[in-house]
């Protein structure tokens, strides 16, 4: 009895080592979506709610995306600062869908590399793009400049009576 409570235990393990080892990393980014769409939605949703549109561009493949987005998501802070300023939307880039079409129209963002930001107004037009080395620091992100980019780009922020007495 005791032998096959072992084996039983043993076939449990191995069981659960495969499952664990074939796991696909979680899926931030859609290479099936229309990002045109995806974009236009983003930019009427922000602009009835005076906010600006939020461009995360990469892929699933890219560490460093992956790592962002878990970022901003495990941030309460960071998070709530970009639900209340930004309408965001992941833009994919992969062998799968490389959204040249859209990347063209926004002058070729991935020249950064990726992750890269872009931040719209709320017409459409293209205000800012980020390269995200610039927020990084160490193995991760910099939460200090992280929040100081995202502070520099609300409609606020850019708004010119923000700065009139």
């Not at 290479?31 to 974009?39: F, M, N, Q, R």
């Not at 890269?116 to 800012?128: A, P, Q, S, T």
Request: proline content about 4%.
């Amino acid at each position: 009895m005791m032998m096959q409570m072992k084996n039983l235990v043993l076939m449990f393990a191995i069981l659960l080592a495969g499952t664990m080892l074939n796991a696909q990393p979680a899926a931030f980014y859609n290479p099936g979506a229309d990002a045109k769409a995806e974009i236009k939605q983003a930019i009427e949703k922000a602009k009835s709610e005076k906010k600006h549109v939020f461009l995360q561009i990469g892929g699933n493949w890219c560490p460093w995306c992956v790592k962002f987005h878990r970022f901003i998501n495990d941030d309460q802070e960071i998070n709530n600062f970009v639900r209340d300023h930004f309408v965001v939307v992941k833009i994919n880039h992969s062998k799968e869908n490389r959204n040249l079409t859209v990347l063209s129209e926004l002058d070729y963002p991935q020249r950064f590399g990726f992750p890269v930001f872009v931040i719209l107004d709320g017409e459409g037009n293209r205000i800012h793009t980020q390269n995200s080395a610039y927020l990084e620091e160490s193995d991760g992100y910099s939460k200090e400049k992280v929040l100081r980019f995202f502070n520099q780009w609300t409609p606020a922020a850019v708004d010119p009576a923000s700065y009139t007495k």
